[in-house]
């Protein structure tokens, strides 16, 4: 009768991809940007798809390297299928069981982001858990995009490569001084109390300080200064000299100045 015993197909994921703003920002923002640097990039059709890039001295190419993640999971099979009459059931493990995320760059130029001879390669294997690798943080990005980009310029110096992520939360932090209205309060603190920012501790070469629970670190500090329109610094705590030398001035008396 035309039909197929199978779940229920799915479609794309909607999440706000209509929305104004994000319509705008697509049509105003990120597809300009992209299509401004195609000028110098190679362009694929059915003909040329096979060809091997070799990178040239004398022209600067545009490579872009797509960045995704994708988790597997241990019990994640199919579930529907053609079964025997006479076949009995088999116990079953209870949950997904354990997942495996891959991160990885591709590009149409060079496919999967790796030294030429291999050896080398971008790609993470990530066991998610508490009790596991714990879990993918933006300092896991940010030691994938720089291990990436260490391969970049030591094999494919002659391009131009630009690395594209997704809108993800993991791969929008920040600095943990930066700059951020949400945090400030909006008064002074009373005397004796200042509010500043918490970081994770560093020790002398930039790594994590880690405690006896093995935990992660953390310390106050202030926050980074502002920047005003003529590009001078503008400090958020009094300075050295002030009755309140070193405490939050607050939001109000930082818009007074």
């Known amino acids: 009768m035309g039909m197929r015993w199978r779940k229920t197909p799915k479609g794309q994921y909607v999440d706000s991809h209509e929305c104004p703003d994000v ?5 105003k923002t990120y597809i300009p940007r992209c299509f401004g640097s195609t000028l110098l990039s190679h362009t694929w ?6 060809n091997h890039v070799i990178p040239s001295p004398s022209c600067q190419n545009t490579v872009y390297w797509h960045h995704n993640e994708i988790t597997y999971m241990q019990n994640n099979w ?11 059931p088999v116990p079953q493990p209870k949950g997904e069981g354990p997942s495996l995320m891959v991160a990885d760059f591709v590009s149409a130029d060079y496919s999967w982001l790796r030294s030429p001879d291999e ?7 990530f066991k998610a ?11 896991e990005i940010l030691e994938q995009a720089t291990r990436a980009m260490d391969i970049l310029e030591k094999y494919f110096p002659h391009d131009h490569h630009i690395l594209i992520y ?8 920040h600095a943990p001084d930066a700059l951020s209205a949400r945090k400030m309060v909006l008064h002074t603190p009373k005397p004796g109390r200042n509010w500043l920012v918490e970081v994770p501790k560093l020790d002398d070469q930039g790594q994590q300080v880690y405690g006896p629970d093995e935990m992660k670190l953390k310390e106050k500090v202030q926050m ?21 030398a070193g405490v939050f001035k607050g939001m109000t008396v930082i818009l007074q100045e």
């Open 23 to 27: 319509i705008d920002y697509y049509q």
């Open 45 to 50: 059709t059915e003909e040329t798809v096979g």
């Open 78 to 88: 199919c579930q529907v299928w053609w079964v025997l009459e006479d076949e009995k």
């Open 119 to 125: 050896k080398e390669e971008a790609r993470v294997l």
């Open 129 to 139: 858990g508490t009790n596991r690798d714990g879990y993918f943080t933006s300092e």
């Open 166 to 173: 997704n809108n993800a939360r993991t791969h929008l932090k």
């Open 224 to 244: 980074a200064p502002g920047t005003l329109p003529n590009g001078e610094l503008q400090s958020l705590y009094f300075p050295e000299g002030h009755p309140h």
